[in-house]
């Protein structure tokens, strides 16, 4: 089972939110894909949502500030991340966003099938080819 599944408990959220406030960083990845999702019970602490659309189409990846990012298509099953400020967007819909607490910053990705490994090549042997590669580098850059 992957992605935010398990309960969290209140001493973890407790901590979280002491972690963010006093300069960390939070970084939660969902995905609709995830059946129970519980990433709403840290992002909503944070003043973030993740919600998935009622029908969403995919579609390009596009960043709030102009990068030079490769160009990433988008898969139906993306979820809209409301609140704090958008930094990527799909057909002009927020699927990232950041929210600052304290001195520190969670960031919400609504688009982790993007990470899993029949994404990424699925095997380590592949020779990555220019489209591996552009997903690489937005993923991670």
Not at 82 to 109: H, N, S, W
Request: hydrophobic share 40%.
């Amino acid at each position: 089972e992957t992605g935010p599944s398990r309960s969290v408990t209140a001493t973890h959220r407790q901590r979280l939110l002491e972690f963010v406030r006093s300069g960390g960083e939070l970084l939660v990845i969902d995905s609709p894909e995830i059946a129970g999702s519980t990433a709403n019970s840290l992002l909503n602490m944070f003043g973030l949502e993740s919600r998935q659309a009622a029908s969403q189409d995919g579609g390009p990846l596009v960043w709030a500030r102009d990068r030079e990012m490769p160009t990433l298509t988008l898969p139906a099953a993306t979820s809209n991340i409301l609140g704090g400020t958008p930094i990527a967007f799909c057909r002009e819909v927020p699927v990232a966003a950041q929210a600052r607490f304290g001195e520190g910053k969670v960031t919400a990705i609504g688009f982790g099938s993007l990470f899993n490994d029949a994404n990424m090549g699925q095997h380590w042997l592949v020779e990555p080819d220019a489209a591996l590669l552009d997903r690489y580098v937005t993923l991670y850059g």
